[in-house]
Structure formats: structure tokens, C-alpha cells
């Protein structure tokens, strides 16, 4: 079993920054793959950006690629999402999933997900 939380969230002004937290715990190996997803009121959870752990592969979707940055801290089993440029349709619910298996950024195919950290971008 993965315990993952989230931190990070909160209210910020459109153009502004913030930095989300994926806290693991649990039975975490090298080989897991983290990603972050999203979802907005009455839409579906979207892939967001996500890290191949042993590698440090990044992956991001187009929407947000050039203003995310995500990375990992081994000693603090953490993963970060850096938001720069932060937009009005960035407002969602941000989670964190983990999977032993790298296959695709589906959400439906990761195993393991946080409860979640909002985000809220205002104008």
C-alpha cells in the first residue's frame, strides 16, 4: 500500500505561482511512476504532468507544458508540481497518483491517488 498526500493548494491570482506537494509513504519503490491529474467542476480528471521515478522522465500535457515543472526529491520521497503563469482554467482539484507500472497517464489506470488539494486561480 502507497500513502499519498497532497499540500500546496490555495487562492492565487492569475499570473501568479504556486507549488504543490505529493508526500509518499508506504511501500514506495524506485520504479513507481507519480503523476499529477486534475479536475474541475463537472469535468472529467485530466492528466497533468508526471515523473517517471527512477529516471526522472517528464511528462507533461500540452496545456500546461512551458509553465509546470515537476520534480522529485528521493531523500524526501516528495514530488512537486511548480505552477508559473497560472491561468483561470488551472482552477481544479489537483491530485496525486502513483502506479508500479508505467503505462500510460490514463486515471483510470493508476493505483494509488491523494485526496486531493485545491487550486483556485482568480482574475
Known amino acids: 500500500q502507497v500513502e499519498l498526500v497532497e499540500s500546496g493548494g490555495g487562492l492565487v491570482q492569475a499570473g501568479g505561482s504556486l507549488r504543490l506537494s505529493c508526500a509518499a509513504s508506504g511501500r514506495t519503490s524506485s520504479r513507481y511512476v507519480v503523476g499529477w491529474f486534475r479536475q474541475a467542476p463537472g469535468k472529467e480528471r485530466e492528466f497533468v504532468s508526471g515523473?517517471?521515478?527512477?529516471?526522472?522522465?517528464?511528462f507533461y500535457a500540452n496545456s500546461v507544458k512551458g509553465r509546470f515543472t515537476i520534480s522529485r526529491d528521493n531523500a524526501e520521497n516528495t514530488v512537486y508540481l511548480q505552477m508559473n503563469s497560472l491561468k483561470l482554467e488551472d482552477t481544479a482539484v489537483y491530485y496525486c497518483?502513483?502506479?508500479?507500472?508505467?503505462?500510460?497517464?490514463?486515471?483510470?489506470?493508476?493505483?494509488?491517488w491523494g485526496k486531493g488539494t485545491l487550486v483556485t486561480v482568480s482574475s
Open positions: 497518483a502513483a502506479d508500479p507500472v508505467f503505462g500510460s497517464w490514463s486515471p483510470h489506470r493508476m493505483r494509488y
Open positions: 515523473i517517471v521515478w527512477s529516471s526522472g522522465n517528464t
